[in-house]
């Protein structure tokens, strides 16, 4: 079957093989289909593999809409088995990944503290440990840089407001948001986490570096503790 799996490709014009026009004409010549052809390596019998990759963008709709699928989503289409869907979903992390990393966050202006949180799930809800992160805003509360100032678990101990405030000055921040997750999940402050943030509060106060808010990051959700009126 694998012979005739490879058959259906070698027969096509050389030019028209997903991989052999990646190497002659780069990535950006190549169709949706062609790339996830290549991604899935064989079709099927009876379908060639740029076949079974139309089949899976003709399910699914585009390539942004299959990024977001499930392995069980994706292994629905006929030829789509767990390897080759686990493939894909690898693929589509490393993209997502990159893209977060690439992102230039200078270009947010944030119209309300609790933006933040929408911006640092994706960044947050997959991490084992717990990160303290420093938000630095300027004048037009736009995002100059963020900065972690601790990992692993969060109290007085391990954050410290000289730290969270070397970081504003050294960045000329007029404002600073203070971001950290809870791997577990929840996002409800522990009594450290309130002890922590009104003690930078009051720092912020004195240094006239406002701490705008604190957000909680727990898998796909985010609180604010500006909201929830403990700070």
């Known amino acids: 079957m694998r012979e005739e799996r490879e058959n259906k490709i070698k027969s096509l014009p050389e030019d028209d093989r997903p991989r052999e026009k990646l190497a002659s004409k780069g990535p950006e010549s190549l169709s949706d289909a062609e790339l996830l052809a290549i991604l899935l390596r064989t079709g099927m019998k009876g379908r060639n593999v740029i076949e079974v990759a139309r089949d899976l963008l003709e399910e699914h709709g585009n390539l942004a809409s299959l990024a977001g699928k499930t392995l069980p989503a994706i292994t629905k289409v006929n030829g789509i088995g767990k390897d080759k869907g686990a493939t894909l979903l690898a693929a589509f992390e490393i993209s997502r990944r990159i893209g977060l990393r690439a992102k230039n966050f200078s270009e947010y202006q944030i119209s309300s503290p609790s933006e933040i949180g929408e911006i640092f799930v994706p960044i947050l809800r997959d991490e084992q440990k717990e990160k303290f992160i420093v938000v630095c805003l300027s004048t037009a509360n736009k995002i100059i840089r963020y900065t972690v100032v601790s990992v692993g678990n969060l109290d007085t101990s391990v954050v410290h407001p000289r730290e969270v405030f070397k970081i504003a000055i050294e960045n000329n921040a007029k404002s600073v948001i203070l971001v950290h997750n809870h791997p ?33 990051v727990g898998g796909n959700e985010h609180c604010s503790m500006l909201m929830k009126k403990l700070i």
């Open 184 to 216: 577990s999940g929840s996002v409800e402050p522990s009594s450290a986490d309130i002890s922590i943030t009104q003690k930078l509060v009051e720092v912020g106060k004195v240094m006239q570096i406002p701490v705008l808010d604190h957000i909680i």
